[in-house]
C-alpha cells in the first residue's frame, strides 16, 4: 500500500482517460452538467440519483450518445449502509473509483427559531456525513493506486449564510472544513478541492423577478449556468495536481461585494 506522505513524482496523481467517475446527485441540475462534462473528458461515468432515476436514465442515454460509457446507480444516501452499497455496486460494475464529486444536497429553509434537531441532522447526513463516508470508502484505493480526485459542491452560503437557512449553512461550512481537512491527510496521492457555487439555479418555480433582483448583487450581471459550475469541477479533476484544498467560488464575483 502507498502511504500517502510518499510523492508520487512528477505527474503527481494524474487521472488517466477511462477512469471511473461518481457524481452523487447527477440526474438534474448542476450535478447533470457535472456527469456530461467528466464523460467529454473521457471519464467512466457512476451516474448517481435517489428518486430521479427517468432523468438519470436520460443522462446515462446522452453519454452514451456521445460515445461515452455511464450506468446509473440509485441510493440514499441519508442511510449509510446504502452509502456503503453505492460504492460496491459502482466498483464491481464500471472498476475502482478515481473521481469522486460530492454534489447531492439538502436544501430547504430552517428558520432558526422554529427548526428541530431534524433538520439539522438531515441536513448532516446527506451534505457531510454521506461525502464523508463516500470519500472514506474510496480513499483508501485511491491512495493505494497513487491517484485520485475528489471535489466536494460546497456553497458560498457557508461564508455568507442565507437567512432561514442555518442548518444548510451550518452543513455546507461543515463540509469546506472537511475538504481542507481531506487534501492535508490524503496528500499527495490525492487532490481535494471544493467549487462553491453562488446563484446558478433557483429553486423551481422561482418567479423571473427573484433572478433578476440576484443578478444586481453580482458583478458578472447575471446568474451562472450548470456548465459553468461543470467546467470549475473538470478543472479541478483534469488540470494541476498541485491544486489542492481550494475552494473555487464561482459566483460571479458576489463575494467581492459587501
Known sequence: MVDPRTPTGENGGMIPRGSVALVTGAARRIGRAVALRLARGGCRVAVHCRDSRREGAEVVRAVRAA???????????????????????????????SVLVNNASVFRATPFLRSTPADLEDHLAVNLRAPWLLC???????????????????????????????????SKAALHALTLALARDLAPAVQVNAVAPGAVLLPEGAPASRARALARLIPAGRLGTPEEVAEAVAFLVEGPDFVTGEILRVDGGRHCRG
Request: no cysteine; glycine share 10%; hydrophobic share 45%.
Open 67 to 97: 460515445g461515452g460509457e455511464a450506468r446509473l446507480f440509485a441510493a440514499d444516501l441519508s442511510r449509510p449502509k446504502a452509502v456503503e452499497r453505492l460504492v460496491r455496486s459502482v466498483e464491481r460494475s464500471l472498476g475502482p473509483v
Open 136 to 170: 472514506r470508502a474510496v480513499a483508501p484505493g485511491m491512495v493505494e493506486r497513487g491517484a485520485g480526485k475528489i471535489v466536494n459542491l460546497g456553497d458560498i452560503h457557508a461564508e455568507r449564510p442565507l437567512a432561514d437557512h442555518p442548518a444548510y449553512a451550518a
